[in-house]
T-cell receptor, first 114, second 109 residues
Framework: DVKVTQSSRYLVKRTGEKVFLECVQD?????MFWYRQDPGLGLRLIYFSYDVKMKEKGDIPEGYSVSREKKERFSLILESASTNQTSMYLCASSVAHQGTGELFFGEGSRLTVL | DAKTTQPTSMDCAEGRAANLPCNHSTISGNEYVYWYRQIHSQGPQYIIH???NNETNEMASLIITEDRKSSTLILPHATLRDTAVYYC??????????FGKGTRLSVIA
């Protein structure tokens, strides 16, 4: 079974801190995605990557950056966390160029910024 | 990607079929219909997808109208564990999924 693992289920950080959210997948997927989910707003795409060292902005990239140095790992970085970044963050991966790209999601990381 | 319209919420009796509708009247020829669901506190889970033909797998059936402007996800024998938010998404293969608000399905004992 595909496994997408997010490093922390729950994090509490202070305003202004640098925050790293890590995501690792074990099925050699080319594509990886970061979403955030907020009540009433649903899931919104932050960044995605179709290959190592590649990144593309999603719908709400402001305040975030990403890193994809290895195929299996996709990191989401909050350079200076703010309270409006309190949210559930979901990582996903999918195979490229095969079928129609079913997404596999991790369990999520719930971040609280105080 | 084409937009979709789903009811906000639905109830279904346990053991009965749950039929979840989705309208996607602006769908284009190369866009697939995907269904995902999200059980509380978990990441979304893929259910099924289709292009033109009806599809069935171990979880559900997907019925797409001939003009492709709407579809229905069918859970043949709903259980309490099927209580979740169900998302209907239309997209070109390999493009990122864009989630709407989905339908909150409550399966009632």
């Amino acid at each position: 079974d595909v496994k997408v693992t997010q490093s922390s289920r729950y994090l509490v950080k202070r305003t202004g801190e640098k925050v790293f959210l890590e995501c690792v997948q074990d099925m050699d997927h080319e594509n990886m995605f970061w979403y955030r989910q907020d009540p009433g707003l649903g899931l919104r795409l932050i960044y995605f990557s179709y290959d190592v060292k590649m990144k593309e902005k999603g719908d709400i990239p402001e305040g975030y950056s990403v890193s994809r140095e290895k195929k299996e790992r996709f990191s989401l970085i909050l350079e200076s966390a703010s309270t409006n970044q309190t949210s559930m963050y979901l990582c996903a991966s999918s195979v490229a160029h095969q079928g129609t790209g079913e997404l596999f999601f991790g369990e999520g990381s719930r971040l609280t910024v105080l | 990607d084409a937009k979709t319209t789903q009811p906000t919420s639905m109830d279904c009796a346990e053991g009965r079929a749950a039929n979840l509708p989705c309208n996607h009247s602006t769908i284009s020829g190369n866009e697939y219909v995907y269904w995902y669901r999200q059980i509380h506190s978990q990441g979304p889970q893929y259910i099924i997808h289709g292009l033109k033909n009806n599809e069935t797998n171990e979880m559900a059936s997907l019925i797409i109208t001939e003009d492709r402007k709407s579809s229905t996800l069918i859970l043949p024998h709903a259980t309490l564990r099927d209580t979740a938010v169900y998302y209907c998404i239309v997209r070109v293969a390999q493009r990122p999924l864009v989630f709407g608000k989905g339908t909150r399905l409550s399966v009632i004992a």
